[in-house]
C-alpha cells in the first residue's frame, strides 16, 4: 500500500492527502510530527533527502515535493483526471502552480512561522502586516482568475489543490478572503464542501 509521510497541520501534506482522497487511493499514513524514528528512517531520507513532508513511497518509487507527487499520482492513478488533456493547459498549471508558492504559499508559511511559532515578543507586527498585504495581493489575483468560473481552471485540477488547503490556515494568522473578492470567497466555500479537502484534514 502507498505510504504518505506527513503531519496533521502541514498544507503541503494535505495537498497530497486532496488528491488521494479525490482517486480513492488506499494509503497508509505515517505522521512524523515528534517521531524522530520515523524522521531518521531509510525509508522517509530516501523518499526526502530534505526530511520535508510530504513524501511518498509507492511500490519502488520514492518521491518528495506535493506538486510532483499530485502529478505522478494523477498520471498512475488517471480517475478521476485532475490535469487536463492538452498539453498547454497543463503547462498553464505548472506555471502557475510555480508562481503562487512563489507569490503567495510562500508568504503563508512566514506568516505560520511568524505568528505561530515564535514567542510573542519576538514577534515583528510589521512583518506581519507587510506578509498579510502580500498574500491579499494573491488572493485579489485568484479572484481575478476566478471570474465566471467555478475552478481556477475551469475543472477541479491540481491547481486548486496546490492552494487551497494553505488558504484554509488564513484565519488563525490574523488575515482571510476579503469579503469583496466574491469569486475567491465562492469558490473556496465551493472546494470546502467538497469531501476530499474535509477529509484531508484529519
Ligand atoms: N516545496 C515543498 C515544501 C515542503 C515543506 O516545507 N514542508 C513542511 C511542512 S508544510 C515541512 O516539512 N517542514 C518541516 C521542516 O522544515 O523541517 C512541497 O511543496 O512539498
Redesign the pocket.
Known sequence: MLKLFC?Q?????R?VKIVLAEKNIPFESINIHGDKRATESPEFLKASP?????AIIDSDVYM????L?NQYLDQKYPHPSLMPKDESSREAIRRFVAEI?KKM?LNI?LLVIECLLKPKPEQREDFKEKKRVEVREGLRELDRMLEGKEYLFGDFSLADVAVTPHISALPILGTGIPAEFKNATNWFERIKARPSFQQSAQ
Not at 9 to 13: D, E, I, T, V, W
Not at 50 to 54: A, S
Open positions: 503531519f497541520r502541514s498544507g503541503n501534506s495537498e530534505q526530511k520535508k513532508v510530504p518528495s515535493e506535493a506538486f507527487i508558492d504559499v508559511g
